[in-house]
T-cell receptor, first 114, second 117 residues
Framework: DTEVTQTPKHLVMGMTNKKSLKCEQH?????MYWYKQKAKKPPELMFV???????INESVPSRFSPECPNSSLLNLHLHALQPEDSALYLC?????????????FGPGTRLTVL | AQSVTQLDSHVSVSEGTPVLLRCNYS??????LFWYVQHPNKGLQLLLK??????LVKGINGFEAEFKKSETSFHLTKPSAHMSDAAEYFC???????????????FGKGTKLSVKP
């Protein structure tokens, strides 16, 4: 099974709201990732967790706050977002961060910020 | 530095004809290369990957790719296109630098494949 699940599928929020995106995998992977994808563009890396520790934050604004409560779960907390943050947010996981390990992607959360 | 160039932003084929999506890479190391497919409003699905084993890699749904070191290419092919193949395709290299960026994916800009009936 190579499934990564993400909830919710769609999210509409105002600029003053606080919401969270959730990602889960049960493949025993120890690396998990958040990506942001705008229309007609490739995904852009936001955060990387390795063994439940944040190892990369690609200069993401503080209104995005990641959390890795355990090896199977990854959250992305959202607060005071801007309309330009509207995008598809993808979660991925891989066995480790070795370059030969495949990253498996979830179906994404389509976020709209009003 | 590693990079990926997808030579066509859009490819259009007729159903039942061959598909060729072109990808060139740049890497100082022996690369790990991937092709992913993304259908509209969906996540990315792995089609196939190359990690220095056989140079001809077979993937899902009849796709295959050949790693050619002399040409620094990793083109994706399929003998006969199906309507369900219409999607965005990304050629990807995985960062092999031993450091903070190891394992990060470097994406090409994508090729949109259209399949005409």
């Amino acid at each position: 099974d190579t499934e990564v699940t993400q909830t919710p599928k769609h999210l509409v929020m105002g600029m003053t709201n606080k919401k969270s995106l959730k990602c889960e995998q049960h493949m025993g992977h120890r690396a998990m990732y958040w990506y942001k994808q705008k229309a007609k563009k490739p995904p852009e890396l936001m955060f990387v967790y390795s063994y439940e520790k944040l190892s990369i934050n690609e200069s993401v604004p503080s209104r995005f706050s990641p959390e890795c409560p355990n090896s199977s779960l990854l959250n992305l907390h959202l607060h005071a977002l801007q309309p330009e943050d509207s995008a598809l947010y993808l979660c991925a996981s891989s066995r480790t961060r070795t370059s030969t390990d495949t990253q498996y992607f979830g179906p994404g959360t389509r976020l709209t910020v009003l | 530095a590693q990079s990926v160039t997808q030579l066509d932003s859009h490819v259009s084929v007729s159903e039942g004809t061959p598909v060729l999506l072109r990808c060139n890479y740049s890497s100082s190391y022996s690369p790990s290369l991937f092709w992913y497919v993304q259908h509209p409003n969906k996540g990315l699905q792995l089609l196939l990957k190359y990690t220095s084993a056989a140079t001809l890699v077979k993937g899902i749904n009849g796709f295959e790719a050949e790693f050619k070191k002399s040409e620094t290419s990793f083109h994706l092919t399929k003998p006969s296109a199906h309507m369900s193949d219409a999607a965005e395709y990304f050629c990807v290299v995985s960062d092999r630098n031993y450091g903070g960026s190891q394992g990060n994916l470097i994406f090409g800009k994508g090729t949109k494949l259209s399949v005409k009936p």
